[in-house]
């Protein structure tokens, strides 16, 4: 946390502000906000076209503050755009877009309720296309635990071994230690509708889960847990995937909707990583628009500056701003 | 319920020399209870022996619509806000939300046009002169601090957050109470209201309050004030309500009008209650930050959410910056609230135009500070680094303070250590043997033994009015559809409430027979009450790598203050002439503890168990996020997933399991001691 939000025309903002403050001109404020885009541009290094200031969310996990990062270091160093990075939760940022409060989120995992309601009904985010990244969710072991039980690399060779995963928690069942409730799952149907005898107990949010599970591969203990890809935690520990069912045309993976867990049966699909624009930022023809849309990322460059905030504590300014130096022709692409 | 009604509860409280309980004698009511009670629930084991799993709550008693009609009110909401012809209510809200925007980013604007010396500077000097030196060297100390950690900005933030949030809870609450507190029946009236306000959990009105207000500073003000006004609104009634009635009888028979009345006699006198409710409400407002954060509130909340995710010993640190903005705000109001005392300020005319002065010099100083910081180019927020001309210096001690935090963490995560083989088997032998079996009781009897039994011992405790709210919350319970989640919340809450006071009644006596072991506990209690739990909840995860106990864990921490606090205040009010009569006739200290202190202090304790229950009831959304499931994960999921309408649902069975506890456990405070307040 250095300073990361507004950093040159706050001045001039807070100078207004203070004037009107003490002129207790307390209605105009809201037209002195409205002027900071224009006074910025001459703070800003060699700008093209007046960029302004841009918002962009990031959400909660390690990967998001990645590509955020490395977006406002393109944006503030190749188009001289004043960058605000807000940290608002995942569904209230709909909103925050509709309102035009945030211009951009960079990685949504495809709210379909929410699509529906602000991209289709409303139209006022308008979906900005894939990442690049590809989110993969499955079922997880430590390495050690494939290692010594070869057969776990399918389902059906945890049927029998459930055993193996017993906890005080579970009882005489094994664990399955389930997902942050806000992520898309369907564990309890699936180990229903698999037969198997593991019991679903919830861990709560990623970093409680993160905990319970880094605390087992401590311990060198066995255990199954929701996870996902691409995940910097993924380098720090080695992990073994257990393949679910071939995937079946009409199979579901959010088992919000409910119903018969037969229906669940099947592996996760691949959850392309959408960016978003809230319509208003879209249709203000400011470069940073044309520059975010084309923006595109791997899983690997993602989890590569993910790893140096998350894993090794580097500024996540600095990390991005390196990958940015590092990745000039993957850049340049995203400025033509 | 009565959070905080007869007594402020959550947190640091100096001036908050809180009223001691009344103690009525003790009753003959309670003896041969716990046998009957213990009848009860041997019946309960036998029916579960018979018939266990038979009857779970039958779909046909379920109302499966609520959820549905839940949502539907949302997407309402959401098409009238935005819609072309807006009602008049909307525009108001508009108007309400762009004043609130303003007053917040203005008041963090102004602190950083003044650079961060002369924030520093106006506010250590400010404190210095209305609330004398030591309550401005822990200001400077809390500054200082902020700036060190490589926080200030996001402590500016979040501290003109709060001045703005308290300060809009105040105008509202203040008036409030002070109808409260003249009028019995507008008391009675929102008292409900100010109950479900601090029991349900922010997570659940979130999504609606942004749907009104969009995001930013004023949702964010909005949510703070939702849980920070009861207090505001409770404490200011009962100190309208504590004015002497003789003296208001006086005032009136002088002839003076009702409004003079007020505002020359029940203010006046009810000064320090008043300054005690601005107080409570900047503690009430500081525990919402984390959760502010989530919907653009900014500051210290979102360093201590994105710190979770990759860095967690970022996130304990700005948990630190919220605690000490806590304790420098509450002995700062609090010093300022004494100094300013008329009553104990008699100045002649001379003096007050000498303090005239003073307070224009210290206006005047810093005018000139910062104005000569920003002559001299001082950055707006605190720098990471220092340039001279030949080195560039590092200026905060950050990384030092992470590198630490992370070791302790390191130690704590690390499984052969030694603190880990105690933590372990207690977390195991909590699931085992109390978590467990009492939730697969409450889940697996059938229905109606569940309720019935439970009304029954309500019966047995309290009476027949809180039987009958007992009675009702169950059957409200199930019939919304979340009878199994409930029982499990039940479970646990019943289990962590336990821990709870039993740690709360030996710590407060404890600390009523010390007032060295008092005073040493203090920061300790303030921490745990500001200090977010979720902060502090993940380094409980890795010492004991069981679901539900983290989430017991947290409720215990955050609810055993508040009892220790009112065990220890009541003990000590108990009668010094009952004391002395016991030492006379011979009595050992231990006796005169056992026999006497503590049974005339049941009515405090028993307080302090009521309050408890509030408290930990509040913490079953952290719960949910940590992984003790039930209703708090609902209400988790409610949000992050967009399922309102269950979200709502499961907060509101968390108010019915919150009523009906309260009622069985303070029914009786308020038919003896509560009802002459």
């Given at each position: 946390m250095r300073g990361t939000f507004m950093r040159g025309p706050r001045r001039v903002h807070g100078v207004a502000a203070l004037a009107l403050a003490l002129a207790l001109?307390?209605?105009?404020c809201g037209e002195e906000k409205e002027e900071t885009p224009a006074a910025s541009s001459d703070s800003g290094?060699?700008?093209?076209?007046?960029?302004g200031k841009v918002t962009l969310n990031e959400q909660a996990w390690a990967g998001s503050t990645a590509n955020t990062y490395i977006a406002k270091a393109v944006l503030e160093d190749k188009l001289g755009c004043e960058v605000e990075v807000t940290k608002i939760a995942e569904i209230p940022v709909f909103q925050a877009m509709a309102d035009g409060?945030?211009?951009?989120?960079?990685?949504?995992?495809?709210?379909t309720d929410e699509y529906a309601k602000?991209?289709?009904?409303?139209?006022?985010?308008?979906?900005?296309?894939?990442?690049g990244v590809e989110g993969h969710i499955g079922w997880f072991v430590p390495k050690y635990v494939m290692d010594e039980?070869?057969?776990?690399?399918?389902?059906?060779?945890?049927k029998g071994k459930e055993?193996?995963?017993?906890?005080a928690e579970s009882g005489d069942q094994g664990m399955f230690l389930g997902g942050d409730p806000g992520y898309v799952q369907k564990d309890k149907e699936l180990i229903k509708a698999l037969g198997l005898n593991l019991k679903h107990v919830t861990a709560g949010a990623e970093p409680a889960q993160v905990a319970r599970w880094t605390q087992a591969i401590k311990q060198k203990k066995p255990v199954l847990f929701y996870w996902y890809t691409p995940q910097f935690y993924n380098q720090q520990y080695e992990l073994a995937e257990v393949k679910l069912p071939e995937r079946t045309p009409?199979?579901?993976?959010?088992?919000?909707?409910?119903?018969?867990p037969e229906q669940y049966k099947c592996a996760y699909d691949v959850t392309v990583i959408e960016k978003l624009f809230s319509k208003k930022f879209a249709e203000s023809g400011s470069p940073a628009y044309d520059v975010l849309k084309k923006m595109e990322l791997t899983n690997e460059d993602q989890d590569a500056v993910a790893k140096a905030i998350a894993?090794?504590?580097?500024?996540p300014e600095e990390a991005g701003a390196a990958w940015v130096t590092e990745n000039a022709d993957k850049v340049e692409a995203w400025l033509n | 319920m009565a959070v905080a009604s007869t007594e402020p509860t959550a947190s640091a409280s100096t001036?908050?020399?809180?009223?001691a309980p009344a103690i009525p004698a003790p009753s003959?009511?309670?003896?041969?209870r716990p046998a009957r009670v213990g009848g009860v629930v041997a019946l309960m084991a036998l029916a579960f022996a018979l018939l266990?799993?038979?009857?779970?709550?039958?779909?046909?008693?379920?109302?499966?619509a609520l959820p549905g009609r839940l949502d539907s009110l949302q997407g309402w909401l959401l098409e009238q806000r935005t819609a072309?012809?807006?009602s008049f209510i909307f525009v108001l809200l508009d108007g309400f939300r762009a004043f609130a925007d303003w007053l917040v980013t203005t008041s963090t604007d102004a602190m950083l046009w003044m650079t961060w010396v002369g924030t520093l500077a106006a506010a250590v000097l400010l404190v210095w002169r209305f609330g004398g030196w030591r309550a401005a060297l822990i200001v400077l100390a809390a500054m200082v601090s902020f700036a060190l950690m490589g926080l200030w900005e996001a402590s500016v933030q979040t501290l003109a957050l709060m001045l703005a949030a308290v300060t809009l809870c105040l105008a509202i609450g203040m008036p409030i109470g002070v109808l409260a507190g003249r009028s019995r029946r507008v008391h009675r009236a929102i008292t409900p209201a100010l109950d479900a306000m601090q029991i349900v959990p922010a997570f659940a009105y979130l999504m609606p309050v942004v749907i009104l207000f969009s995001v930013g500073p004023a949702a964010a003000v909005i949510c703070t004030m939702i849980y920070a006004v009861p207090p505001a609104v409770r404490i200011t009634a009962l100190g309208i309500r504590g004015v002497q009635p003789d003296t208001v009888e006086a005032s009136k028979a002088y002839g003076a009008t009702s409004l003079q009345t007020l505002f020359k006699v029940q203010l006046p006198l009810a000064r320090r209650q008043l300054l005690l409710s601005v107080n409570q409400t900047i503690m009430f407002g500081l525990s919402l930050v984390v959760i502010a954060g989530l919907i653009g509130g900014r500051g210290l909340g979102d360093v201590v959410t994105s710190g979770l995710y990759s860095n967690a010993a970022l996130a304990l640190l700005a948990g630190a910056a919220i605690v000490i903005m806590a304790i420098a705000l509450d002995r700062a109001t609090a010093a300022i609230a004494d100094r300013t005392d008329p009553t104990r300020r008699h100045l002649t005319n001379e003096g007050r135009k000498r303090a005239k002065l003073v307070t224009l010099a210290t206006l005047v100083a810093i005018v000139a500070i910062v104005l000569l910081a920003r002559a001299l180019g001082a950055a707006e927020s605190y720098p990471d680094e220092f340039e001279t001309a030949t080195t560039v210096f590092t200026a905060t001690i950050q990384d030092t303070l992470l590198d630490g935090i992370q070791s302790v963490l390191d130690y704590i995560q690390d499984p052969t250590s030694l603190i880990f083989g105690i933590t372990e088997p207690i977390g195991n032998f909590l699931v085992k043997y109390a978590l467990e079996p009492l939730r697969v009781l409450l889940v697996e009897l059938p229905w109606f033994i569940t309720v019935s039994a439970l009304a029954a011992i309500a019966l047995l405790i309290s009476g027949r009015r809180p039987a009958i709210t007992v009675l009702a919350m169950l059957l409200a319970i199930g019939t919304m559809g979340v009878w199994e989640p409930a029982m499990d919340t039940a479970s646990q809450v019943l289990v962590a409430t336990a821990l709870a006071v039993a740690i709360g009644i030996a710590v407060g006596v404890w600390a009523a027979e010390s007032p060295r072991v008092e005073k040493l506990l203090r920061p300790l209690l303030d921490t745990l009450q500001t200090l977010p739990q979720l902060v502090y909840i993940i380094p409980f995860i890795y010492l004991m790598?069981?679901?539900?106990v983290p989430g017991v864990v947290a409720s215990v921490l955050y609810a055993a203050p508040v009892v220790i606090r009112l065990v220890t205040s009541g003990v000590r009010g108990v009668s010094p002439a009952a004391v002395e009569a016991a030492s006379a006739f011979g009595a050992t200290r231990g006796q005169v503890l056992t026999k006497v202190k503590i049974p005339l202090a049941r009515e405090a304790i028993m307080l302090g168990v009521n309050q408890g229950i509030i408290m930990v009831l509040a913490v079953v959304v952290i719960g949910g996020l940590v992984g003790s499931g039930a209703l708090g994960d609902e209400v988790a999921r409610g949000l992050q997933r967009n399922e309102f309408g269950a979200g709502v649902v499961a907060s509101l069975a968390i108010l019915a399991l919150g009523i009906a506890l309260d009622r069985v456990t303070q029914s009786r405070t308020r038919s003896t001691g509560g009802q002459q307040r």
């Amino acid at each position: 946390m250095r300073g990361t939000f507004m950093r040159g025309p706050r001045r001039v903002h807070g100078v207004a502000a203070l004037a009107l403050a003490l002129a207790l001109g307390v209605g105009a404020c809201g037209e002195e906000k409205e002027e900071t885009p224009a006074a910025s541009s001459d703070s800003g290094a060699a700008a093209e076209k007046d960029c302004g200031k841009v918002t962009l969310n990031e959400q909660a996990w390690a990967g998001s503050t990645a590509n955020t990062y490395i977006a406002k270091a393109v944006l503030e160093d190749k188009l001289g755009c004043e960058v605000e990075v807000t940290k608002i939760a995942e569904i209230p940022v709909f909103q925050a877009m509709a309102d035009g409060k945030v211009d951009a989120v960079l990685e949504d995992w495809q709210h379909t309720d929410e699509y529906a309601k602000y991209i289709e009904e409303a139209g006022t985010v308008v979906d900005g296309g894939p990442l690049g990244v590809e989110g993969h969710i499955g079922w997880f072991v430590p390495k050690y635990v494939m290692d010594e039980n070869p057969e776990f690399a399918t389902w059906e060779g945890l049927k029998g071994k459930e055993d193996l995963f017993k906890t005080a928690e579970s009882g005489d069942q094994g664990m399955f230690l389930g997902g942050d409730p806000g992520y898309v799952q369907k564990d309890k149907e699936l180990i229903k509708a698999l037969g198997l005898n593991l019991k679903h107990v919830t861990a709560g949010a990623e970093p409680a889960q993160v905990a319970r599970w880094t605390q087992a591969i401590k311990q060198k203990k066995p255990v199954l847990f929701y996870w996902y890809t691409p995940q910097f935690y993924n380098q720090q520990y080695e992990l073994a995937e257990v393949k679910l069912p071939e995937r079946t045309p009409d199979c579901k993976d959010d088992a919000k909707s409910g119903g018969d867990p037969e229906q669940y049966k099947c592996a996760y699909d691949v959850t392309v990583i959408e960016k978003l624009f809230s319509k208003k930022f879209a249709e203000s023809g400011s470069p940073a628009y044309d520059v975010l849309k084309k923006m595109e990322l791997t899983n690997e460059d993602q989890d590569a500056v993910a790893k140096a905030i998350a894993g090794d504590k580097e500024d996540p300014e600095e990390a991005g701003a390196a990958w940015v130096t590092e990745n000039a022709d993957k850049v340049e692409a995203w400025l033509n | 319920m009565a959070v905080a009604s007869t007594e402020p509860t959550a947190s640091a409280s100096t001036s908050g020399q809180p009223a001691a309980p009344a103690i009525p004698a003790p009753s003959s009511r309670w003896r041969g209870r716990p046998a009957r009670v213990g009848g009860v629930v041997a019946l309960m084991a036998l029916a579960f022996a018979l018939l266990r799993g038979d009857a779970p709550w039958p779909d046909s008693l379920t109302w499966n619509a609520l959820p549905g009609r839940l949502d539907s009110l949302q997407g309402w909401l959401l098409e009238q806000r935005t819609a072309e012809d807006r009602s008049f209510i909307f525009v108001l809200l508009d108007g309400f939300r762009a004043f609130a925007d303003w007053l917040v980013t203005t008041s963090t604007d102004a602190m950083l046009w003044m650079t961060w010396v002369g924030t520093l500077a106006a506010a250590v000097l400010l404190v210095w002169r209305f609330g004398g030196w030591r309550a401005a060297l822990i200001v400077l100390a809390a500054m200082v601090s902020f700036a060190l950690m490589g926080l200030w900005e996001a402590s500016v933030q979040t501290l003109a957050l709060m001045l703005a949030a308290v300060t809009l809870c105040l105008a509202i609450g203040m008036p409030i109470g002070v109808l409260a507190g003249r009028s019995r029946r507008v008391h009675r009236a929102i008292t409900p209201a100010l109950d479900a306000m601090q029991i349900v959990p922010a997570f659940a009105y979130l999504m609606p309050v942004v749907i009104l207000f969009s995001v930013g500073p004023a949702a964010a003000v909005i949510c703070t004030m939702i849980y920070a006004v009861p207090p505001a609104v409770r404490i200011t009634a009962l100190g309208i309500r504590g004015v002497q009635p003789d003296t208001v009888e006086a005032s009136k028979a002088y002839g003076a009008t009702s409004l003079q009345t007020l505002f020359k006699v029940q203010l006046p006198l009810a000064r320090r209650q008043l300054l005690l409710s601005v107080n409570q409400t900047i503690m009430f407002g500081l525990s919402l930050v984390v959760i502010a954060g989530l919907i653009g509130g900014r500051g210290l909340g979102d360093v201590v959410t994105s710190g979770l995710y990759s860095n967690a010993a970022l996130a304990l640190l700005a948990g630190a910056a919220i605690v000490i903005m806590a304790i420098a705000l509450d002995r700062a109001t609090a010093a300022i609230a004494d100094r300013t005392d008329p009553t104990r300020r008699h100045l002649t005319n001379e003096g007050r135009k000498r303090a005239k002065l003073v307070t224009l010099a210290t206006l005047v100083a810093i005018v000139a500070i910062v104005l000569l910081a920003r002559a001299l180019g001082a950055a707006e927020s605190y720098p990471d680094e220092f340039e001279t001309a030949t080195t560039v210096f590092t200026a905060t001690i950050q990384d030092t303070l992470l590198d630490g935090i992370q070791s302790v963490l390191d130690y704590i995560q690390d499984p052969t250590s030694l603190i880990f083989g105690i933590t372990e088997p207690i977390g195991n032998f909590l699931v085992k043997y109390a978590l467990e079996p009492l939730r697969v009781l409450l889940v697996e009897l059938p229905w109606f033994i569940t309720v019935s039994a439970l009304a029954a011992i309500a019966l047995l405790i309290s009476g027949r009015r809180p039987a009958i709210t007992v009675l009702a919350m169950l059957l409200a319970i199930g019939t919304m559809g979340v009878w199994e989640p409930a029982m499990d919340t039940a479970s646990q809450v019943l289990v962590a409430t336990a821990l709870a006071v039993a740690i709360g009644i030996a710590v407060g006596v404890w600390a009523a027979e010390s007032p060295r072991v008092e005073k040493l506990l203090r920061p300790l209690l303030d921490t745990l009450q500001t200090l977010p739990q979720l902060v502090y909840i993940i380094p409980f995860i890795y010492l004991m790598p069981v679901s539900r106990v983290p989430g017991v864990v947290a409720s215990v921490l955050y609810a055993a203050p508040v009892v220790i606090r009112l065990v220890t205040s009541g003990v000590r009010g108990v009668s010094p002439a009952a004391v002395e009569a016991a030492s006379a006739f011979g009595a050992t200290r231990g006796q005169v503890l056992t026999k006497v202190k503590i049974p005339l202090a049941r009515e405090a304790i028993m307080l302090g168990v009521n309050q408890g229950i509030i408290m930990v009831l509040a913490v079953v959304v952290i719960g949910g996020l940590v992984g003790s499931g039930a209703l708090g994960d609902e209400v988790a999921r409610g949000l992050q997933r967009n399922e309102f309408g269950a979200g709502v649902v499961a907060s509101l069975a968390i108010l019915a399991l919150g009523i009906a506890l309260d009622r069985v456990t303070q029914s009786r405070t308020r038919s003896t001691g509560g009802q002459q307040r």
